[in-house]
């Protein structure tokens, strides 16, 4: 049984370009959610979708977007790249009102 | 708007020596979480504290969640060199239909062999 899976691991862009970022969440799980983690710092929120839908966001612009798919995976989109966008982007199943979130190992994103 | 701090930043012992970290919230929360990240990984979920003054052990591992629900801490009894990693709070808010945790900004512990 795979567990979260993220890809691709590594990304280097330069600030205006546009990056998708893919989830696949650990196997019967129905909820991803999204987070950045800049260096030293605790992941931040991004956003959960279940059901296909955006049900949470947390304070980020709408710069920052995403779409889960049908079979639960999920994808972040990040649009006008800016150097503040460099960090590891990290990836989150959950069952809907679960406890428990699994994270993937993350994208590491880094903007020139 | 909501804030969990963590102290302290960082922490070094001993191996054998006890280890640790205060999480607190501007805020009341509904529940907090406790993860551990080791260098280079991703955060694993360790706990989930729910009721006011709560008090759970994992072996090593001591957690509480204050009498107000504002705060929590982790305590490792006789640290060993695979407790080395950041040890992140993130707590909920007391909106039921709140699905975000806010994240403290983590401890990371380094063990002396």
């Known amino acids: 049984d795979a567990g979260v899976t993220q890809s691709p691991t590594h990304l280097i862009k330069t600030r205006g370009q546009q990056v998708t970022l893919r989830c696949s969440p650990k196997?019967?799980?129905?909820?991803v959610s999204w987070y950045q983690q800049a260096l030293g710092q605790g992941p931040q929120f991004i956003f959960q979708?279940?059901?296909?839908?955006?049900?949470q966001r947390g304070n980020f612009p709408d710069r920052f977007s995403g779409h889960q798919f049908p079979n639960y995976s999920s994808e972040l989109n990040v649009n006008a790249l800016l150097l503040g966008d460099s960090a590891l982007y990290l990836c989150?199943?959950?069952?809907?009102?679960?406890?428990?979130?699994?994270f993937g190992p993350g994208t590491r994103l880094t903007v020139l | 708007g909501q804030q969990v701090m963590q102290i302290p930043q960082y922490q070094h012992v001993q191996e054998g020596e006890d280890f640790t970290t205060y999480c607190n919230s501007s805020?009341?929360?509904?529940?907090i979480q406790w993860y551990k990240q080791r260098p280079g990984g991703h955060p694993v979920f360790l706990i989930q504290?729910?009721?006011s003054g709560e008090v759970k052990k994992q072996k090593r591992l001591t957690f509480q969640f204050g009498e107000a629900k504002k705060n929590s801490s982790l305590h490792i009894t006789a640290t060993q060199t695979t407790d080395v990693g950041t040890y992140f709070c993130?707590?909920?808010?007391?909106?039921?239909?709140?699905?975000?945790?806010?994240w403290g900004l983590g401890t990371s512990l380094a063990v002396n062999p």
């Open positions: 196997s019967g799980h129905d909820t």
């Open positions: 504290l729910v009721k």
């Open positions: 993130a707590g909920r808010n007391l909106d039921g239909n709140n699905r975000k945790l806010i």
């Open positions: 989150a199943s959950s069952l809907d009102r679960g406890v428990e979130q699994f």
């Open positions: 979708y279940y059901e296909e839908e955006e049900r």
């Open positions: 805020t009341t929360l509904s529940n």
